[in-house]
């Protein structure tokens, strides 16, 4: 056979090879095959030595011209691999703008954290400052240092978890009177709200629970009145509830203030008309206050001719559930999204 036709069935079978080349694998494998140094072009060069140099030259030709098109082959057939592979990637990858979204649901702050924000920032609004205490509290100051010694009976009011015999859950905030004012050394002014959890051993139900949160605030001074205890309750009442609610003062009993006072505002839902939400009554009881008591500022080293004060504790719960008509405690805790969400 001529080398022509040589030539001519080799380019044949290429073609046929080259297009039916499948990826990138086999298509590097072909390209070793028919243009690499080993591949079938290299008996081809191997026969050069046996020419003479006249006919060299149409040879190289010759095969050159070969090469090129088994070249054009292989480009051909590296553009087809590369195009498929790039529609495949787009097909896998497309996105169907049609499909509906993924709605992004925001977090929001949990009810009884924007209570006690929106009571910090009535506080703070009035020149408090916001101070903290720990919940496991020593027997001193939950109780001994606010008038409440060992065998005192207002202690079955808060029933208590004992850790040790001195060391305790606290059952209110009311310690952290005692912690603030053994720390106002230079027994100064002193304005502060201390919110935090509380413990008392309850069973819980719809009303009750073993942990929650109260407020307490704290003002002493030289002429701190039951006057402007009054004036501060009014504020809180009407930032808390509207401004056209009105508060009154029944005496009540506590054993750290003197006088005492449990606190109620006019029903904000019949506006003091009285209803199922009062009780057919017109008031709703929100918290408990009173004159710090002399034995409470005895205690903590203060002169009680020289200095007096007003403290109150509110219930967060209590006011949450009051402002938002929540009927179970419970649901404050069980951090059901569907109830959480409700509050903005
Ligand atoms: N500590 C009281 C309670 O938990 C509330 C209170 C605080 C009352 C401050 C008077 C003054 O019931």
């Not at 959890?197 to 929650?212: A, C, G, L, N, P």
């Amino acid at each position: 056979m001529d080398l022509k036709q040589q030539l001519q069935d080799l380019l044949e079978q290429a073609q046929n090879v080259f297009s039916k080349v499948n990826g990138q694998n086999d298509l590097q494998e072909r390209k070793a095959e028919y243009l690499g140094k080993k591949g079938v072009f290299a008996d081809y060069m191997a026969k050069m030595k046996d020419l003479t140099p006249e006919e060299r030259p149409t040879f190289g030709q010759t095969i050159n011209e070969a090469k090129a098109k088994i070249n054009a082959f292989f480009e051909d057939a590296k553009n087809r691999i590369e195009t498929a592979e790039i529609n495949a990637k787009l097909q896998s990858e497309s996105v169907d703008v049609t499909l509906p979204g993924k709605e992004i649901v925001p977090g929001r702050k949990h009810i009884l954290t924007q209570v006690v924000e929106e009571v910090e920032d009535i506080f703070v609004g009035m020149g408090y400052t916001v101070k903290e205490g720990p919940e496991v509290e020593s027997d001193l100051y939950n109780f001994e240092m606010l008038n409440l010694p060992k065998s005192h009976p207002a202690r079955d009011m808060q029933d208590t978890f004992f850790i040790t015999e001195e060391l305790l859950l606290r059952t209110h905030t009311s310690p952290v009177q005692v912690r603030s004012l053994l720390e106002n050394t230079n027994h100064g002014p002193l304005k502060i709200i201390c919110p935090g959890k509380v413990y008392r051993r309850d069973d819980d139900d719809m009303t009750h629970s073993h942990q929650f949160m109260q407020i307490e605030a704290l003002v002493v001074d030289e002429k701190a009145r039951l006057s402007d205890l009054k004036g501060t309750l009014l504020t809180l009442a009407q930032k808390l509830f509207g401004d056209t609610r009105e508060i009154r003062l029944r005496p009540s009993y506590f054993p750290f203030t003197e006088p005492s006072v449990e606190v109620d505002v006019t029903c904000y839902k019949c506006n003091g008309e009285g209803c199922s939400m009062c009780k057919g009554t017109g008031w709703i009881e929100i918290l408990g206050a009173g004159m710090v008591n002399n034995a409470v500022l005895e205690a903590a080293g203060y002169d009680p001719e020289v200095y007096q004060g007003f403290a109150l504790g509110m219930g967060v719960e209590r006011i949450a559930i009051l402002k938002y008509g929540i009927d179970d405690i419970r649901a404050l805790y069980t951090n059901d999204l569907r109830f959480n969400r409700q509050f903005k």
